[in-house]
C-alpha cells in the first residue's frame, strides 16, 4: 500500500499523524520514567538469577537477538513487572 493511500484509509494527513505518534511516545517516555523512579525509591530491584532465567526463555523462543540488548529490555520487563506487583499491594 502506498503512503498515501494509507493516510487517506486512516482519514489522517501526515501531520496529524506524527502529532498522534508524537503524543503516544510522549506518554510511554513518561510512564517508564514514573515506573523507574518508583523502582529506586522502593528499591525494586531484579537479581541475575530472575534475569538470566527470562532470557534463557526468551532466547529458547527466538535465539538470535542480541544479547546487550536483551539484557536491559528483560531487565526493564521484570522490573516494571515487580513496580506493578507493589502498586497491587499498596
Sequence with gaps: MKW???LSR???S???LNK???NDALRRVKYAL???ELAEKEDIQVTAEELNKEMDEILKRVPNLDRDYLTGYTYGIIRN????RFLETC
Design 81 to 84: 513487572e515487580k513496580v506493578f
Design 10 to 12: 486512516i482519514k489522517k
Design 20 to 22: 498522534e505518534l508524537e
Design 4 to 6: 498515501q493511500d494509507y
Design 14 to 16: 501526515e501531520e496529524d
Design 34 to 36: 514514573v515506573l523507574r
